[in-house]
């Protein structure tokens, strides 16, 4: 059974930094993609940042320069660097996996990724 836990949300004021992190369990997939998704309320759930298999990387336009997606693959924990928040930054976000991703697209929409976390609260104040 494939879990995904995020942990590391926060609040935080704006310019500050937050590591999330995403512990995966039972998944055994060699080529993958993971991403970072955030859902405000109100908004639809929107793509962050993705990394697959090879450590390829795709970011959405609003956090490029900001956020970096790495993973441990021993640990098999996703991460997520979020440096100079901004409160439009506040959401749920959530860590997903995607197995049958080849290779990391340049536009991260959440269709495909077949297992969810339960996500982590982020909120930045101004």
């Known amino acids: 059974q494939v879990q995904l836990v995020e942990s590391g949300g926060g609040s935080v004021q704006t310019g500050g930094s937050l590591r999330l992190s995403c512990t995966v369990s039972?998944?055994?997939?060699?080529?993958?993609?993971m991403g970072w998704f955030r859902q405000g309320p109100g908004k639809e759930r929107e793509g962050v940042a993705a990394?697959?298999?090879?450590?390829?990387?795709s970011y959405a336009d609003s956090v490029k320069g900001r956020f970096t997606i790495s993973q441990d693959k021993v640990k098999t924990t996703l991460y997520l660097q979020m440096n100079s928040l901004k409160p439009e930054d506040s959401a749920m976000y959530y860590c997903?996996?995607?197995?049958?991703?080849?290779?990391?697209?340049?536009?991260?929409?959440?269709?495909?990724?077949?297992?969810w976390g339960q996500g982590t609260q982020v909120t930045v104040s101004s």
């Open positions: 039972g998944y055994t997939e060699i080529n993958y993609c």
């Open positions: 990394i697959d298999s090879g450590d390829n990387t």
């Open positions: 997903a996996a995607d197995p049958g991703c080849w290779a990391v697209p340049a536009l991260i929409f959440p269709i495909g990724y077949k297992y």
